[in-house]
């Protein structure tokens, strides 16, 4: 069986096996046994395409897989819904106490209700969300930054 036949073989085994393992490393070799094939229908060795394929599979391994894993593993960049919200800077407009109160988020009145729960928030003071809970946002006191306009 010719040489790039074999690799063509190997680099379809190697894909098959990445769909079950989702790992990141079986396709680095499947690409290097690919560039191994390409070798061998230019006419190289099969040492040349040997040392080929170990160095392109050391070289995506360690260059190309962290990249790839960082960028599929990371979180969601644009944060939408509630999410949003959390951070966010608010005004109190109705006094919030344990029991409830208002405040402006975002060009709206939201229910509030304060963390830590016995902590009072007068009308004025400014504030930022912790989480959404329901209907209701818990919000803290925002030491040093000033309410938000609008």
Do not use: K, N, Y
């Not at 894909?15 to 690919?34: K, P, S, W, Y």
């Not at 400014?126 to 000033?146: N, Q, S, Y």
Request: charged letters at 20%; hydrophobic letters at 55%.
């Amino acid at each position: 069986m010719a040489d790039e036949v074999v690799w063509v073989i190997v680099a379809g085994v190697l894909l098959v096996g990445e769909l079950f393992t989702l790992d990141l490393i079986l396709i680095m070799f499947a690409l290097a046994a690919l560039v191994s094939a390409g070798l061998a229908v230019a006419g190289a060795d099969l040492i040349v395409q040997i040392v080929a394929f170990a160095g392109v599979s050391a070289g995506l391994t360690a260059g190309l897989r962290p990249v790839a894993r960082r960028h599929l593993t990371r979180g969601p960049l644009l944060r939408t819904g509630t999410d949003a919200l959390v951070g966010a800077p608010a005004v109190v407009v109705e006094r919030v106490d344990g029991a409830d109160g208002r405040v402006r988020l975002a060009g709206e009145i939201w229910s509030a209700r304060p963390f830590p729960e016995a902590e009072v928030l007068d009308v004025g003071t400014a504030v930022r969300v912790l989480r959404v809970d329901g209907a209701h946002v818990i919000v803290h006191r925002a030491e040093g930054i000033p309410p938000p306009s609008g």
